[in-house]
């Protein structure tokens, strides 16, 4: 299995390679990419990379040219996104992102296996993962998935220290404070809601660790031979609750089955409509990059 990382200089990364060669312990090769300022620090990776002394890893490899290093990959996980800087405007945050992953997902449809499997991590997740299906034409639209887990593993272990055991919880919509914990409390659901931010101002950086388990978590469900439901951001055309079709939006999701339809309360569709009109205007300031050049 060829797994291809974008941002893989970055803190996830770091926390992220160790989990990824722990929990698939197929033949693997990895590719590691990052912006040509980071190439030092991924070769520091490689070299504690090669060190684990993994017998399944067959090889690794960096730099900063994705054609080359997506080059048949089945995986690609992208965690590579700009982030807010001091004076940054959230819309030019969605502009400067969106023009990096539309211009990846062109040469993601040119260069990984036909069969690959694109998840999306770097913020704002859903509407960077909508630019990589549209940079790609569409050819893609049903194998590029944005990170959600992080959302339900939060939302599940806070109901089970809650209440103990519970089976799948299920989150719906954009990776904001809009989410949509599915028959949750109220405080549960403010809980998810308010966590990242709660992290940052205790940690002074966001999460990390918890967001890697989560991405090995996701790619686990998503390529597992059985059957398995999780929640995940994917293309929403011909969902069953009705929510506007060409947006990267938060459903129950079965690795065979596709979109789970599940009875929602007055409640909950009030909230589902809030969160994708959020990301729908995401997606409007998104493409203002398309006119702009
Ligand atoms: N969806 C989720 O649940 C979730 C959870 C936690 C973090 N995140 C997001 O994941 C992303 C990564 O987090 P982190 O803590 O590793 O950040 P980080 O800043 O430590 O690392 C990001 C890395 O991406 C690289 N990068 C930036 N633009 C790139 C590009 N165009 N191509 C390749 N590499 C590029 C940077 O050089 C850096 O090494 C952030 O956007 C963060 O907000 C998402």
Redesign the pocket.
């Known amino acids: 299995m060829k797994i291809a990382i ?8 770091y926390a992220l390679i160790p989990l990824l060669l722990e929990r698939f312990k197929v033949p693997m090769e990895l590719s590691l ?3 040509p300022d ?1 190439l030092t620090q991924l070769r520091g990776l490689e070299m504690e990379i090669e060190d684990f002394c993994y017998p399944h890893l067959k090889k690794v490899e960096s730099g ?1 040219d994705e054609a080359t290093l997506f080059q048949g990959a089945d995986v690609v996980i992208f ?5 807010r800087g001091p004076g940054m405007e959230r819309n030019d945050l969605i502009t400067v992102n969106a023009a ?1 992953f539309l211009r ?1 997902g062109k040469i993601l449809a040119e260069t990984a296996n036909p069969h690959v499997k694109a998840l999306v ?3 704002p ?1 859903n509407t960077n993962a909508l630019m990589l299906i549209r940079g790609g034409n569409y050819k893609l639209k049903n194998q590029i998935q ?3 887990r ?2 339900q593993n939060r939302a599940k272990s806070a109901m089970e220290l809650s209440f103990g055991p519970r089976k799948e919880i299920y989150v719906f919509g954009n ?1 904001s404070p809009t989410i949509l914990v599915h028959q949750a409390l109220p405080e549960v659901l403010e809980f998810v809601r308010k966590r ?1 931010a709660e992290v940052i101002k205790a940690r002074g ?4 660790a918890s ?1 890697a388990k ?1 991405i090995v978590d996701h790619l686990e469900d998503w390529i597992s031979k059985e059957e398995r439901t999780y929640s995940a951001a994917i293309y929403s055309e011909k969902n069953p609750y009705g929510i506007d079709e060409d947006l990267v939006f938060s459903f129950p999701f079965s690795n065979k089955k596709g979109i789970l339809k599940l009875p929602l309360s007055q409640e909950e569709k009030q909230m589902l409509q809030i969160t994708e009109d959020e990301m729908k205007k995401e997606r409007q300031i998104a493409c203002t990059i398309l006119f702009s050049n």
Request: charged fraction near 10%; charge should be neutral.
């Open positions: 974008t941002g893989a200089a970055g803190q996830i990364g990419v990052d912006l980071k900063s965690l590579g996104a700009k982030p990096t990846q991590v770097g913020n997740a944005a990170l959600m992080l959302d990776h990242g950086v966001s999460s990390q967001a989560a």
